[in-house]
């Protein structure tokens, strides 16, 4: 692809720590080459707005400063799949065709798109109806994406996590406390299993592996005949009660979305053992705050390669970290090898080694 070029560049479904450093560095990388990044508003919300939304990105705008801010710049949408776009009669719309428009509308060569399995699921298919070029970054706090040892967000919601358990310690020894932690993940356990063993928990219960109460209990009794006062559980929020029940809250609209299993296993600890038991919800706060330097890295070194994939015309590839390197991988096969957390994954091996109850 000779010649100068415009790429767009998007951030879709929920927001993590790094976005803003993928952009940085495509921009960066795409200005070296002589061409032009346009950056898109709100996902593929800002291609079916009338007029488009979007600007463009040049190196001036791209500071330092960019990467090291939360969130996306660029704003994003984890709602409103175009295929079945709800309409305000309550209807859902096919309303694809505007987004392939709105791309060739804007003269792009390539674009772009930061997103979790759901994200390119639907820019992949977008993209082969349109007969466009796409390339696409993995980014999920829940690290669940196929093909890749890491997504970016993903480091830093597990520093956050960790740093929540630090925090809780001193209070829960203060207090002969057992305190439960509810951590994102969505159907993944990654979370919870990496900053579980990180923070020193004594029980990681994920939805990978069903828990029972009898076994967390049996835990918290060995704790405490070593002589200590506390404990610290972590728990995912996608982890099912005892009779294999998702827990979820209503929200406005009827929306139901993870959260409650905190407090659920909390309730279960205390009536079992006795032990006086706190739960603190994490929720949002894994997403924000400053990115940590491993996604700073990673970010950077995703964006970059992302486009030099387009200067070499492969498309229809998801940029991907693994054994220590860069690389890109069939994004068709990426998004059918969802990644959670195997029984014989090197983390639960090395939880259980260090005497951590997985609830089984």
Same mark, same amino acid.
């Given at each position: 692809m000779a010649?100068?070029?415009?790429?767009?560049?998007?951030?879709?479904g929920g927001d993590c720590a790094g976005l803003n450093a993928v952009i940085r560095a495509a921009v960066c990388r795409a200005d070296g080459l002589g061409w032009t990044v346009i950056g898109i508003k709100e996902g593929?919300?800002?291609?079916?707005a009338r007029p488009l939304r979007y600007e463009v990105l040049t190196p001036d705008k791209m500071?330092?400063?960019?990467?090291?801010?939360?969130?996306t710049i660029l704003g994003t949408t984890n709602k409103g799949d175009p295929f079945a776009f709800p309409m305000a009669d309550g209807t859902l719309k096919d309303r694809s065709v505007e987004i392939v428009g709105a791309y060739h509308e804007l003269g792009l060569d390539a674009l772009i798109g930061i997103g979790g399995d759901g994200s390119h699921q639907i820019l992949r298919r977008l993209a082969q109806q349109g007969g466009f070029n796409y390339?696409?970054?993995?980014?999920?706090?829940?690290?669940?994406v196929g093909l890749t040892e890491v997504s970016v967000g993903f480091d830093t919601a597990v520093a956050v996590a960790t740093e929540a358990l630090d925090r809780l310690q001193p209070?829960?020894?203060s207090h002969a406390r057992v305190m439960v932690l509810e951590v994102m993940g969505r159907d993944a356990g990654h979370i919870a299993l990496a900053a579980g063993i990180a923070g020193g928990a004594d029980v990681i219960l994920i939805p990978e592996i069903p828990f029972?109460?009898?076994?967390? =209990?049996?835990k918290i009794r060995e704790v405490r005949k070593t002589g200590r006062n506390f404990a610290l559980v972590v728990v995912s929020e996608a982890v099912k009660t005892a009779d294999g029940t998702k827990v979820h809250k209503d929200y406005h609209g009827g929306e139901k979305r993870f959260g409650g299993i905190g407090d659920y296993v909390a309730f279960k600890i205390a009536d079992t053992t006795g032990a006086e038991t706190r739960v603190t919800v994490l929720g949002h706060v894994q997403r924000?705050?400053?990115?940590s330097w491993r996604d700073r890295l990673i970010a950077s070194a995703f964006g970059a390669h992302a486009v030099d994939l387009i200067a070499e015309g492969k498309f229809d590839r998801l940029v991907a970290w693994s054994d220590r390197r860069v690389i890109d991988v069939p994004l068709q096969e990426a998004i059918a090898e969802y990644q959670d957390v195997k029984?014989?994954?090197?983390?639960?091996?090395?939880?259980? =080694?260090?005497?951590?109850?997985?609830?089984?």
């Open positions: 010649g100068e070029k415009r790429i767009g560049i998007l951030t879709s593929t919300s800002g291609l079916l500071t330092t400063a960019v990467m090291r801010q939360g969130g390339v696409g970054i993995p980014k999920t706090i829940d690290n669940d209070t829960a020894a029972s109460i009898d076994s967390v =209990a049996q924000g705050s400053m990115p029984p014989d994954d090197p983390l639960v091996t090395t939880a259980r =080694a260090l005497g951590i109850c997985l609830g089984d």
